[in-house]
């Protein structure tokens, strides 16, 4: 294993992943990362909105679990972070999330490229077949764009989301691609290498090499991540990631403590 933070992974709360932070942690130091950080899906401030995060009443229960794994692993940098559903009108509520801890970054990730429709659910995969992709992919990255200019968030998750299940426009996106990173650049939001993708039928990391080609150009920052899931997707295909770092130019990635960024060399 490759020494690089996975800034990426997930707890039970969410109720679709499995495995307690401290089981995470202990992967990773088998594994030997010396660096990991928890960004859980944030809560709403409806609980009802969809079933796939912790309720608003979870957060501190949340905290806790991390910090248990700080004590109990202390050989281990462990970060608290969010990943944080971007929607237009939501600022106030990522705000208020953001004012109750203490933070180490925000992951701004967009799902909804709608109030009702989360691109990458698959109980809602049939959504795509009265869609014109482009047309989605367009609102996916619209909303992403809006989300890198927010300046809510340290880092973009997973930024070629809506092409987890293999469904891609004919047009050329290199435009809608272009208006995101030049937003990223602008405002200085890094965006990760998010392993997760390989695992998804799209079988890429998310981004695509011509989208990381076109944020390496503008000069955006990077970091890594498993969006493990599970406690043995903890620093999975990190080689892969890194590789495809290295290849497009990048020699630096990017570590977070308490919302400020430290730019360190990739390991060789
Ligand atoms: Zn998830
Ligand atoms: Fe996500
Ligand atoms: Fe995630
Ligand atoms: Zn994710």
Redesign the pocket.
């Known amino acids: 294993m490759i020494w690089l933070p996975d800034y ?3 707890t039970p709360l ?1 109720r679709h992943a499995t495995g307690e932070p401290i089981e995470y942690a202990a992967r990773a130091v088998a594994v030997g990362l010396t660096e990991i950080g928890f ?3 944030s809560p709403m401030a409806r609980d009802d909105f969809d079933n796939w995060r912790m309720r608003a009443d979870q957060l501190d229960e949340y905290v806790e679990k991390v910090r248990r794994a700080q004590r109990e692993f202390p050989q281990l940098t462990i970060r608290l972070g969010l ?1 944080v559903d971007y929607l237009p009108g939501h600022e106030s509520w990522i705000r208020d999330l953001a004012a109750r801890h203490s933070w180490d970054y925000f ?1 701004g ?1 967009v799902h909804y490229v709608s109030d009702s429709w989360d691109v990458d659910n698959p109980a809602k995969l049939s959504e795509w077949k009265s869609r014109n992709p482009f047309e989605v992919w367009s609102a996916y990255f619209d909303r992403l764009t809006m989300a890198a200019e927010s300046g809510l968030f340290e880092i973009i ?2 930024a070629d989301l809506p092409k987890k299940f293999g469904i891609y426009p004919k047009e050329d996106c290199t435009p809608i691609f272009r208006r995101f990173i030049d937003a990223a650049a602008k405002h200085d939001v890094a965006i990760e290498l ?1 392993t ?1 993708g390989l695992r998804k039928d799209c079988r890429e990391i998310y981004p695509s090499p011509a989208l990381l080609q076109l944020a390496y150009e503008a000069g955006v920052k990077i970091t890594f ?1 498993s ?3 599970a406690a043995a997707e903890v620093g999975l295909n990190f080689t892969e990631a890194l590789a495809l770092a290295r290849r497009i130019g990048y020699t630096h990635t990017c570590r977070f403590a308490g919302r400020k960024r430290d730019i360190v060399p990739l390991p060789s």
């Open positions: 990426h992974m997930h969410c960004t859980d899906h990943e992951i990730s998750g997973h998010n997760a991540a969006d493990a899931h």
